[in-house]
Nanobody, 125 residues
Framework: QVQLVESGGGLVQAGDSLRLSCATSGRTFSSYTMGWFRQAPGKEREFVAAASWTGVNTYYADSVKGRFTIARDNAKNTVYLQMNSLTPEDTAVYYC??????????????????WGQGTQVTVSS
């Protein structure tokens, strides 16, 4: 059974940084792309960042490019999202997610089968 557990969310001020973590279990972590998505109140869940199974290839939404960094530690079965220069527009529940298929890079929400429970990030102005 695949499990994803996020941690690291919280309340911060604009300009601050946070690092989210997502610990996984239940399958061979190093064979799968991992992604981060977020959902703000009243909005659709949207793609934030993804890292290929090796971690070499990374992908970002335009809104976070240059501020957020995704990284993974395959030895620890964990993916991270370092978020810098946070703004109130980054306020959302952040989810990590994994696709069903191995060795497939994707940024499409529909391709992600497994989801964590989410962690709240609130940025005050």
């Amino acid at each position: 059974q695949v499990q994803l557990v996020e941690s690291g969310g919280g309340l911060v001020q604009a300009g601050d940084s946070l690092r989210l973590s997502c610990a996984t279990s239940g399958r061979t972590f190093s064979s799968y792309t991992m992604g981060w998505f977020r959902q703000a109140p009243g909005k659709e869940r949207e793609f934030v960042a993804a890292a290929s199974w090796t971690g070499v290839n990374t992908y970002y939404a335009d809104s976070v490019k240059g501020r957020f960094t995704i990284a993974r530690d395959n030895a620890k079965n964990t993916v991270y999202l370092q978020m810098n220069s946070l703004t109130p527009e980054d306020t959302a529940v952040y989810y990590c997610a994994a696709p069903q298929m191995r060795y497939r890079d994707t940024v499409k929400k529909i391709d992600y089968t497994y989801w964590g429970q989410g962690t709240q990030v609130t940025v005050s102005s």
